[in-house]
């Protein structure tokens, strides 16, 4: 089946400060959707990418799928400490493969 | 609307009982997903239901977790007997497939404890 890499699992970064994470796919994807999950909280669905280099904005999270469509990146933009929580990609097909997620702390 | 509702929210259990957790999807939501979530392991699926049939239990750990979907607003799933390890956070998902989108929608969870 499919897998998605997210390395590393954990990053800290200052208030302030942009923020990059990769999810990684050895195969091609269909599509791929990025999660969040505040602490303590339950998932929450932010984006699906569908086509081969596409770009999607929120606010100050860029989503970009890549031209093999086998990674994808999340960016933020001067982080807050509201973005604190773990992103989780997940390759999307009859059902979702998560990958083991990224936990941002953000530093005020 | 309400989104994905699941009880208990907590629960603590002895070793060697039955637990029966609860979630009443999304309505017009036709998939349903139940998963688990650990420190060590991360969020895997356990199983998913589409129209109320099971599609997929291969993420079932052992023969002592069940999970049915007696209609399309109401999934359970039984851990009999309960064992420490399946100490967790299960997650109960909804969604409903379509041209351009299969999103999931997650309730809130129930955190399980057996000591």
């Known amino acids: 089946g499919q897998q998605v890499m997210q390395i590393p699992q954990y990053q800290h970064v200052q208030e302030g400060e942009d923020f990059t994470t990769y999810c990684n796919s050895s195969?091609?994807?269909?599509?791929i959707q990025w999660y969040k999950q505040r602490p303590g909280g339950h998932p929450v669905f932010l984006i699906q990418?569908?086509?081969?280099?596409e770009v999607k904005k929120q606010k100050r999270l860029t989503f970009q799928f890549g031209e093999a469509k086998k990674n994808s990146s999340l960016h933020i933009t001067a982080t807050q400490t509201t973005d604190v929580g773990t992103y989780f990609c997940?390759?999307?097909?009859?059902?979702?493969?998560f990958g083991k997620g990224i936990t941002l702390s953000v530093r005020p | 609307d309400a989104g994905v509702i699941q009880s208990p929210r907590h629960e603590v259990t002895e070793m060697g009982q039955e637990v029966t957790l609860r979630c009443k999807p999304i309505s017009g939501h036709n998939s349903l997903f139940w998963y688990r979530q650990t420190m060590m392991r991360g969020l895997e699926l356990l199983i998913y239901?589409?129209?109320?049939?099971?599609?997929?239990d291969s993420g079932m750990p052992e023969d002592r977790f069940s999970a049915k979907m007696p209609n399309a607003s109401f999934s359970t799933l039984k851990i009999q007997p309960s064992e420490p390890r399946d100490s967790a956070v299960y997650f109960c998902?909804?969604?409903?497939?379509?041209?351009?989108?299969?999103?999931?929608?997650f309730g809130p969870g129930t955190r399980l404890t057996v000591t």
């Open positions: 998902a909804s969604s409903f497939p379509r041209t351009g989108g299969n999103e999931q929608y």
């Open positions: 195969t091609t994807l269909s599509n």
């Open positions: 990418l569908v086509k081969s280099g």
């Open positions: 239901f589409n129209n109320n049939v099971p599609i997929d």
């Open positions: 997940a390759a999307s097909g009859s059902k979702l493969t």
